[in-house]
């Protein structure tokens, strides 16, 4: 399975602010998707990350809140614009495995905005 | 519109039985089904997966059940450990590989020494 890290693990952020998260993967990945859950909620794919072209977003999240980044196959970002307070989730990238094709996530990325 | 849903929030059982988690979904679309565990502060861990072709797979203690024509799936933990506890969520696709998955609500599994 793919390894993947993601930067920051936690931050604590003032309303209106914007937070980028990174995600990294230790072997190329021609599927990267971004999800949130937010507390006591279940997974939520937010978007899925295409390399060299724009991110395709979900029903519900769109790009000026959500810009996400794609610049190669092992790494990608996802901004947080303009937060409030309901946007205080957990933020995880996960990929697709070339060889099993099951996807594998990141620890995550805990935001707390207030 | 919860199309994946896992009616137990939680689930105790003694160490060494069996536990069973359920889950059902509403979409006749979905046809590949996934079983992540969860423990705190670390992203969700690929348990076990079935396609809709099949109506059970097996891998060492875990096995998944799948009940099409109910929209149904369980995951069966025989027998159970103590680092078994944690969250279980059963997500759903339409089609196998590089599709977006759908969620379910996650049950909380406590083993009891």
């Known amino acids: 399975s793919a390894v993947i890290s993601q930067k920051p693990s936690r931050d604590i952020c003032q309303r209106g602010t914007s937070l980028t998260i990174q995600c990294q993967v230790d072997s190329q990945v021609t599927m990267m998707f971004w999800y949130r859950q937010q507390p006591g909620q279940s997974l939520t794919l937010i978007a899925t990350a295409n390399q060299g072209s724009e991110a395709t977003y979900e029903s519900g999240f769109v790009i000026d809140k959500f810009p996400i980044s794609r610049p190669n196959l092992t790494f990608s970002t996802l901004t947080v614009s303009n937060m409030s307070p309901e946007d205080s989730s957990i933020y995880l990238c996960?990929?697709?495995?070339?060889?099993?094709?099951?996807?594998?996530f990141g620890p995550g990325t805990r935001l707390t905005v207030t | 519109d919860q199309q994946v849903k896992q009616n137990s929030p939680s689930l105790s059982v003694q160490e060494g039985r069996i536990s069973i988690l359920n889950c059902d979904y509403t979409?006749?679309?979905?046809?590949?089904f996934l079983w992540y565990k969860k423990y705190p502060a670390e992203g969700p861990t690929f348990l076990i997966s079935?396609?809709?072709?099949?109506d059970k797979n097996e891998d060492g203690r875990f096995t998944v059940f799948l009940n099409k024509s109910a929209k149904h799936l369980s995951l069966h933990i025989v027998p159970s450990q103590p680092g078994d506890s944690a969250v279980y969520f059963c997500a759903a696709s339409v089609g196998f590989g590089n599709e977006k998955l759908t969620f379910g609500t996650g049950t909380r599994l406590t083993i009891i020494p």
């Open positions: 979409n006749s679309m979905f046809d590949y």
């Open positions: 079935i396609s809709s072709i099949k």
């Open positions: 996960s990929v697709t495995s070339a060889d099993t094709y099951e996807q594998y």
